[in-house]
C-alpha cells in the first residue's frame, strides 16, 4: 500500500432503498442522477462509489448493479448524485429514472481519496472529472486549480454542470468550440514545486497524455485508475491492476496511484 493511501474500508456494504429526487440527461449519452437516503450520504467521503441497480426493487435483469462514482453528496438533504454515461441496457434503464422512484443502491464501495494537506491540481477527460467533485467542494483550499477536457460541441451541458458545482474550472474543447482551447497542456503547470501534486481521471489516451506531460516528476502525478466493477468486495478479482509493489484490487485496496507506482498500465 502506497503511503499517502488510506486503507480501511470505509463502512459495512449494504442494500439501501433510495428516492430518485432528480434524473436528467446533460447531454445525449450523459446523464445525471440524484437519489436521497438519509442514512448512506452521511457516509459518503470522497473516492466512494455505489452500485445502482436498474431494475426496480430487486428484480433480476439486468443481475448486476452498475458502478459508479459519487460526484456529490450532502449529508443534510440526504442526496447523493453521480454521472453517467449510457453505454448499454443498464444505464439505458437508468436514463428512465423519474423524480419519485425508488431505487436500490449497494455501497459504499471504493477506498476513499487520501486526506493530506496538499496542493493538488485535477486534471481530467469526459467524465473522469466525477471522482474528484466531492473532494474539490469539501476541500476547497486545497485546490490548485480544475482542468477539464471535453470534446466539444454537443457537451455544453456537461461543461456548464461542472462549472455550477466548480465556478473557475478550466475548461477545454477538442474542437475548440467553446472553453479555453483546445488543450489543457498548454497551460497546466509543467513543473510542480514541492508538496504540489497532480491528480488526473479520464480515458486511456488522456491518461497516456498526461503521463507524458509529467514524465519527469511521475512522483507528483497520482491517476485515478478504473476497470468495471462486478462485485465491489474484492472477491471477484475482475478491477486487479499491476503495481511495482503487487497485484491491486481497485475496490478494495487502492485506485489513486503515483504514475511511476503503475508504469506498465496500458494506456
Same mark, same amino acid.
Request: glycine share 12%; net charge negative; with cysteine.
Given at each position: 500500500?502506497?503511503?499517502?493511501?488510506?486503507?480501511?474500508?470505509?463502512?459495512?456494504?449494504?442494500?439501501?432503498?433510495?428516492?430518485?429526487?432528480?434524473?436528467?440527461?446533460?447531454?445525449?449519452?450523459?446523464?445525471?442522477?440524484?437519489?436521497?437516503?438519509?442514512?448512506?450520504?452521511?457516509?459518503?467521503?470522497?473516492?466512494?462509489?455505489?452500485?445502482?441497480?436498474?431494475?426496480?426493487?430487486?428484480?433480476?435483469?439486468?443481475?448486476?448493479?452498475?458502478?459508479?462514482?459519487?460526484?456529490?453528496?450532502?449529508?443534510?438533504?440526504?442526496?447523493?448524485?453521480?454521472?453517467?454515461?449510457?453505454?448499454?441496457?443498464?444505464?439505458?434503464?437508468?436514463?428512465?429514472?423519474?423524480?419519485?422512484?425508488?431505487?436500490?443502491?449497494?455501497?459504499?464501495?471504493?477506498?476513499?481519496?487520501?486526506?493530506?494537506?496538499?496542493?493538488?491540481?485535477?486534471?481530467?477527460?469526459?467524465?473522469?472529472?466525477?471522482?474528484?467533485?466531492?473532494?474539490?467542494?469539501?476541500?476547497?483550499?486545497?485546490?490548485?486549480?480544475?482542468?477539464?477536457?471535453?470534446?466539444?460541441?454537443?457537451?455544453?451541458?456537461?461543461?456548464?454542470?461542472?462549472?455550477?458545482?466548480?465556478?473557475?474550472?478550466?475548461?477545454?474543447?477538442?474542437? &475548440?468550440?467553446? /472553453?479555453?482551447?483546445? %488543450?489543457?497542456? $498548454?497551460?497546466? @503547470?509543467? =513543473? #510542480?514545486?514541492?508538496?504540489? !501534486?497532480?491528480?488526473?481521471?479520464?480515458?486511456? &489516451?488522456?491518461? /497516456?497524455?498526461?503521463? %507524458?506531460?509529467? $514524465?519527469?516528476? @511521475?512522483? =507528483? #502525478?497520482?491517476?485515478?485508475? !478504473?476497470?468495471?466493477?462486478?462485485?465491489?468486495? &474484492?472477491?471477484?478479482?475482475?478491477?486487479?491492476?499491476?503495481?511495482?509493489?503487487?497485484?491491486?484490487? #481497485?475496490?478494495?485496496?487502492?485506485?489513486?496511484?503515483?504514475?511511476?507506482?503503475?508504469?506498465?498500465?496500458?494506456?
Amino acid at each position: 500500500m502506497h503511503e499517502h493511501e488510506c486503507a480501511c474500508h470505509t463502512e459495512k456494504i449494504d442494500d439501501y432503498a433510495c428516492v430518485v429526487t432528480n434524473s436528467y440527461m446533460l447531454e445525449e449519452n450523459i446523464a445525471w442522477l440524484t437519489f436521497k437516503n438519509d442514512k448512506l450520504a452521511p457516509l459518503v467521503r470522497p473516492g466512494n462509489c455505489v452500485m445502482v441497480f436498474p431494475s426496480a426493487s430487486f428484480a433480476t435483469d439486468p443481475l448486476l448493479g452498475r458502478p459508479f462514482s459519487i460526484a456529490d453528496a450532502d449529508a443534510g438533504t440526504g442526496e447523493i448524485s453521480i454521472c453517467y454515461v449510457l453505454r448499454g441496457k443498464g444505464t439505458a434503464m437508468m436514463s428512465k429514472f423519474r423524480a419519485g422512484d425508488e431505487i436500490r443502491v449497494r455501497g459504499l464501495f471504493g477506498v476513499p481519496l487520501p486526506d493530506r494537506a496538499a496542493k493538488v491540481y485535477f486534471a481530467a477527460g469526459g467524465v473522469g472529472i466525477a471522482i474528484f467533485l466531492y473532494y474539490c467542494r469539501m476541500f476547497p483550499d486545497r485546490v490548485g486549480g480544475v482542468y477539464l477536457g471535453v470534446r466539444g460541441k454537443g457537451y455544453e451541458g456537461y461543461a456548464a454542470k461542472i462549472v455550477s458545482l466548480l465556478p473557475g474550472t478550466h475548461l477545454f474543447a477538442d474542437d &475548440g468550440s467553446f /472553453g479555453e482551447g483546445d %488543450s489543457m497542456f $498548454a497551460v497546466l @503547470p509543467k =513543473q #510542480l514545486a514541492e508538496g504540489e !501534486e497532480v491528480w488526473a481521471c479520464g480515458p486511456p &489516451g488522456f491518461i /497516456g497524455a498526461i503521463r %507524458s506531460h509529467y $514524465a519527469s516528476q @511521475p512522483g =507528483q #502525478l497520482y491517476v485515478m485508475l !478504473e476497470k468495471r466493477m462486478a462485485c465491489g468486495y &474484492g472477491g471477484c478479482l475482475g478491477c486487479v491492476v499491476e503495481t511495482k509493489t503487487g497485484l491491486k484490487r #481497485l475496490c478494495v485496496d487502492q485506485s489513486l496511484f503515483s504514475s511511476d507506482e503503475v508504469p506498465d498500465y496500458e494506456c
